[in-house]
């Protein structure tokens, strides 16, 4: 029995440790945001997998960004880059913005900015 009660007491003073040693780390598991030319390349790929999608015109494809811009929209920080495509007749629909979170996630593409 001592051997058994002396393998739990050890057990439990390593748990205890193990908490203290993680009860002062603070760090975000949240993907770090990316820098403008990361963001270039996702909103590119979004381009392209609207284009994939029959979202968008074939016309579309190896356009590149003429800006890409962090913009804060109802209180939360965004990329928005913005492509433009002479080739589009139509011209409200020559310039397409595409909206990342800073992190490179996709949130929308659109015509209007908005």
Known sequence: MPAKTLLFGLFLSLC???A???SDHHHSHAPAPLHQAAATTKAIEVV???IKN???DESWRNTKP???EKKVYEGTAEWMAIFVNEKIADADKQ????FL??????IAANFTGD
């Open 16 to 18: 205890s440790v193990i």
């Open 20 to 22: 203290m040693a993680g």
């Open 48 to 50: 392209t997998a609207l």
């Open 54 to 56: 029959n979202k968008l």
């Open 66 to 68: 003429s800006s890409v």
């Open 95 to 98: 310039k397409l913005y595409v």
């Open 101 to 106: 979170t800073l992190d490179g996630n996709y």
